[in-house]
T-cell receptor
Framework: GAVVSQHPSRVICKSGTSVKIECRSLDFQATTMFWYRQFPKQSLMLMATSNEGSKATYEQGVEKDKFLINHASLTLSTLTVTSAHPEDSSFYICSARVASYEQYFGPGTRLTVT | GENVEQHPSTLSVQEGDSAVIKCTYS??????FPWYKQELGKRPQLIID?????GEKKDQRIAVTLNKTAKHFSLHITETQPEDSAVYFC??????????FGRGTSLIVHP
């Protein structure tokens, strides 16, 4: 299947700082990528849909000024958590859509805000 | 929007038994139904999917069935093994496929 990488895998930052997470499709071009947040023992919560060359579409309740998404190329989307707080600590996972339906996930980023 | 319900939340079976996980969806426009397996701390992995023009699909020990009239689909795992232990998520999506995930089922296979 298609390979999606995510970097970093783990990050610890201090409250008030910003953190950037990168999501790359390694062997295919992805016009659409998705960003999810996952709390322990819970499902994947879709945060936003990232389309190459256009603004991201955010789900209801997700602050677009806090979670900045940039999809500058067909293989890279970034999520920046601005002014992070402890409640932003979570597992963030990106995915990329192949063709019309199939979706492949990155390995996730464990964010801890102290 | 789409609403996906998944049951059970936890499923415990003995090695060699079968396991069945069920999902229902609300949007009749949904036409793609994937299943993902997620091991602790790892990414969800697509294990099988089905489209609305098919009623059943099988891949070795895994099968998925779809009843469009009733708006439900199920994952069947036969001859379960300890390495099948994981959280399984169903999802449903339409033509543009903004996926909606179920809440997940924690499958525990006891050796």
């Amino acid at each position: 299947g298609a390979v999606v990488s995510q970097h970093p895998s783990r990050v610890i930052c201090k409250s008030g700082t910003s953190v950037k997470i990168e999501c790359r499709s390694l062997d295919f071009q992805a016009t659409t990528m998705f960003w999810y947040r996952q709390f322990p023992k819970q499902s994947l919560m879709l945060m936003a849909t990232s389309n190459e060359g256009s603004k991201a579409t955010y789900e209801q309740g997700v602050e677009k000024d806090k979670f900045l998404i940039n999809h500058a190329s067909l293989t890279l989307s970034t999520l920046t958590v601005t002014s992070a707080h402890p409640e932003d600590s979570s597992f963030y996972i990106c995915s990329a859509r192949v063709a019309s339906y199939e979706q492949y996930f990155g390995p996730g980023t464990r964010l801890t805000v102290t | 929007g789409e609403n996906v319900e998944q049951h059970p939340s936890t499923l415990s079976v003995q090695e060699g038994d079968s396991a069945v996980i069920k999902c229902t969806y609300s949007d009749s426009a949904s036409n793609y139904f994937p299943w993902y397996k997620q091991e602790l701390g790892k990414r969800p992995q697509l294990i099988i999917d089905i489209r609305s023009n098919v009623g059943e699909k099988k891949d070795q020990r895994i099968a998925v069935t779809l009843n469009k009239t009733a708006k439900h689909f199920s994952l069947h795992i036969t001859e379960t093994q300890p390495e099948d232990s994981a959280v399984y998520f169903c999802a449903a999506g339409g033509g543009s496929y903004i996926p909606t995930f179920g809440r997940g089922t924690s499958l525990i296979v006891h050796p």
